[in-house]
């Protein structure tokens, strides 16, 4: 016998598919990794950089040696913008680690450096009653 699909709003290991797993981001870190990145990807590519013969490193055309190092400098490049992305994806879920040990849990779509308010998305009110109209029959 096939195991039933769970459906999509089904809670995955204790968590509620609304309940957020990081807070906001901020566009500082992500700016530095593109930047990042667009280098190791554009400065390459400009061949009038690099379009010339000499100077030779161990017998090497500088054409050959020039791209050659960019493999390297690449390699670099995408290593910074791996630590500036994690170190922002771990400072996002410490967010919500820390709302959710103070008891508060954060709202859905905040805007950066907002304040969270702890209240939640469901209908109950202040008194925590639920706010049904027909009294909770479905």
Do not use: C, N
């Amino acid at each position: 016998m096939p195991h039933p699909v769970p459906s999509p709003d089904a809670p995955r290991h204790g968590v509620r598919p609304d309940t957020p797993v990081r807070g906001p981001a901020r566009p500082g870190p992500y700016a530095v990794a593109g930047v990042l990145i667009a280098i190791g990807i554009v400065l390459p590519l400009v061949v009038p950089i690099y379009a010339r013969h000499d100077p030779e490193l161990a017998g090497m055309p500088f054409f050959y040696w020039y791209q050659l190092l960019w493999v390297f400098i690449d390699a670099g490049l995408l290593y910074v913008a791996y630590v500036v992305m994690m170190k922002e994806d771990r400072r996002r879920r410490a967010v919500v680690r820390d709302q959710a040990a103070q008891g508060g849990r954060p709202a859905r779509h905040a805007a950066p450096g907002a304040e969270a308010t702890g209240a939640s998305d469901d209908a109950s009110g202040a008194d925590g009653v639920d706010g049904d109209q027909d009294g909770g029959a479905r």
